[in-house]
C-alpha cells in the first residue's frame, strides 16, 4: 500500500522562535514518509512572504523534501511576483502552489492588484512563462464563499486547469460525500487532473470552527457532539481527532482516492498517526521489509 498512497504537507510560517522550533520537529517527523511534496503558505493577505521565503531555502537546504512554495496574486505587481517564481526557479525549486488569495484584512471585497495578476489562472499562466513549473491549485467541494454558483466556481476550476495547472488541492471538508460529488462533476466536466482531498487532523475544534466559517466548510453535528465537553481533556480530544481523520481517509480509500494533502498546522502527531493508518511506513523501514 505504500507504494500506491501519495500524500503532500502543508505548513506555514512561524511567528517567532518557538513556534520554528515546533515547525522544524514536525518536518523531521514527517520526511521519512516521502510525501510527494510539502507546501509552505503565504499568509492570508500575503503577510508572510519574507518569511515564507526563508522556510522555503531552509527545507531546500537542510532536507531532500521537493519544497513547493504558494505565490497570491494579493498586493504585488506582476513583475515582483514573476521575479519571485524567478528565484525559486534559480533554486531549483520546480513545483508551485497558485492561489488568488485572501482579500487584506480592511478590505470587504477581493479587488484585482492594479499591475498584478487579476486570480489565480492569470498567475497558473504567469508562471509556465517563468519554467515548466509543477503547478497545484485550490478547489472547494462545497463552493468557494465568494462564487456567485457552484456552477460558476468549477468554470473557475476549469479556467485554472486549462491555464496548466497539473492538480487541484480541495479546501478541507469533513461531508466525504459532498467531496465524491464534486469529484464526479469535475470528471463530467472532462478536468483530468488529480482532484486531491485537503485533510484537516483536528487539533483545536474551536479554531476548526472559526477556520470553517471564513472558507465555508461544513462542520456536521455529529462531530460537534463528538468533540462536546472535552476543553479540558487533551488527550480525549486527540484520541477522537485521529479516528475521525482516520475513518474519513478510510472513506475515501474505498472509493479509489489513493492521493492526500494534509494541512499540519505544523504539527506532526496526528498527521503522522493517519499516514501510518494509511499504510505509509518511513522509507529506510519499508526498504528493510522490501529486503
Same mark, same amino acid.
Given at each position: 500500500m505504500s507504494?500506491?498512497?501519495?500524500?503532500?504537507?502543508e505548513?506555514f510560517?512561524? #511567528?517567532?522562535?518557538?513556534?520554528?522550533?515546533?515547525?522544524?520537529?514536525?518536518?523531521?517527523? =514527517?520526511?521519512?514518509?516521502g510525501?510527494?511534496? +510539502?507546501? &509552505?503558505t503565504?499568509?492570508?493577505d500575503?503577510?508572510t512572504?519574507?518569511?515564507?521565503?526563508?522556510?522555503?531555502?531552509?527545507i531546500?537546504a537542510?532536507?531532500e523534501?521537493?519544497?513547493a512554495p504558494h505565490?497570491?496574486c494579493?498586493?504585488?505587481?506582476?513583475e515582483?511576483?514573476?521575479a519571485?517564481?524567478?528565484?525559486?526557479?534559480?533554486a531549483?525549486?520546480?513545483?508551485? +502552489?497558485?492561489l488568488r $488569495?485572501?482579500?487584506p484584512? /480592511?478590505?470587504?471585497?477581493?479587488?484585482?492588484?492594479?499591475g498584478g495578476?487579476d486570480?489565480?489562472?492569470d498567475?497558473v499562466?504567469g508562471?509556465?512563462?517563468v519554467?515548466?513549473?509543477?503547478?497545484?491549485v485550490a478547489?472547494?467541494?462545497?463552493v468557494?464563499?465568494?462564487a456567485?454558483?457552484a456552477?460558476?466556481d468549477?468554470e473557475?476550476?476549469?479556467?485554472k486547469i486549462?491555464a $496548466?495547472a497539473s492538480?487541484?488541492?480541495?479546501?478541507?471538508?469533513?461531508?466525504?460525500?459532498?467531496?465524491?460529488?464534486?469529484r464526479?462533476?469535475c470528471q463530467?466536466m472532462?478536468l483530468?487532473?488529480?482532484?486531491?482531498p485537503?485533510? =484537516?487532523?483536528?487539533?483545536?475544534?474551536?479554531?476548526l470552527l472559526k477556520?470553517?466559517a471564513?472558507c465555508g466548510?461544513t &462542520?456536521?453535528?455529529?462531530?460537534?457532539?463528538?468533540?462536546s465537553g472535552l476543553?479540558n481533556?487533551?488527550d480525549?480530544?486527540?484520541?477522537?481527532? #485521529?479516528? &475521525?481523520?482516520?475513518?474519513?481517509?478510510?472513506e475515501?480509500?474505498r472509493?479509489? &482516492?489513493? @492521493?492526500?494533502h494534509?494541512?499540519?498546522? /505544523?504539527?506532526a502527531e496526528?498527521?503522522? #498517526?493517519?499516514?501510518?493508518?494509511?499504510?505509509?511506513r518511513p =522509507?529506510?523501514?519499508?526498504? @528493510?521489509?522490501?529486503?
Amino acid at each position: 500500500m505504500s507504494n500506491e498512497i501519495q500524500v503532500s504537507f502543508e505548513f506555514f510560517p512561524p #511567528a517567532n522562535k518557538k513556534m520554528e522550533e515546533i515547525l522544524w520537529h514536525s518536518i523531521q517527523r =514527517l520526511e521519512p514518509l516521502g510525501p510527494r511534496f +510539502v507546501s &509552505v503558505t503565504y499568509g492570508a493577505d500575503g503577510s508572510t512572504r519574507d518569511r515564507t521565503h526563508r522556510i522555503v531555502r531552509r527545507i531546500q537546504a537542510e532536507t531532500e523534501l521537493v519544497c513547493a512554495p504558494h505565490l497570491t496574486c494579493i498586493s504585488a505587481h506582476r513583475e515582483e511576483v514573476l521575479a519571485i517564481a524567478e528565484s525559486y526557479w534559480q533554486a531549483g525549486i520546480r513545483n508551485m +502552489v497558485a492561489l488568488r $488569495g485572501d482579500p487584506p484584512k /480592511n478590505a470587504k471585497v477581493y479587488k484585482p492588484y492594479v499591475g498584478g495578476f487579476d486570480y489565480a489562472s492569470d498567475l497558473v499562466t504567469g508562471l509556465l512563462g517563468v519554467g515548466e513549473f509543477d503547478i497545484s491549485v485550490a478547489a472547494y467541494p462545497e463552493v468557494h464563499p465568494e462564487a456567485l454558483s457552484a456552477d460558476a466556481d468549477l468554470e473557475n476550476l476549469k479556467r485554472k486547469i486549462d491555464a $496548466g495547472a497539473s492538480r487541484a488541492i480541495t479546501q478541507f471538508f469533513f461531508d466525504t460525500g459532498g467531496y465524491l460529488r464534486f469529484r464526479d462533476r469535475c470528471q463530467t466536466m472532462g478536468l483530468e487532473v488529480p482532484i486531491v482531498p485537503g485533510i =484537516l487532523p483536528i487539533t483545536n475544534f474551536p479554531r476548526l470552527l472559526k477556520f470553517a466559517a471564513n472558507c465555508g466548510a461544513t &462542520v456536521p453535528s455529529k462531530l460537534r457532539e463528538r468533540f462536546s465537553g472535552l476543553d479540558n481533556d487533551p488527550d480525549t480530544r486527540r484520541m477522537i481527532a #485521529a479516528s &475521525v481523520a482516520i475513518e474519513q481517509v478510510d472513506e475515501l480509500l474505498r472509493h479509489g &482516492v489513493s @492521493e492526500f494533502h494534509f494541512y499540519t498546522l /505544523n504539527r506532526a502527531e496526528l498527521t503522522y #498517526a493517519i499516514c501510518h493508518a494509511l499504510g505509509l511506513r518511513p =522509507l529506510n523501514q519499508a526498504k @528493510e521489509q522490501l529486503s
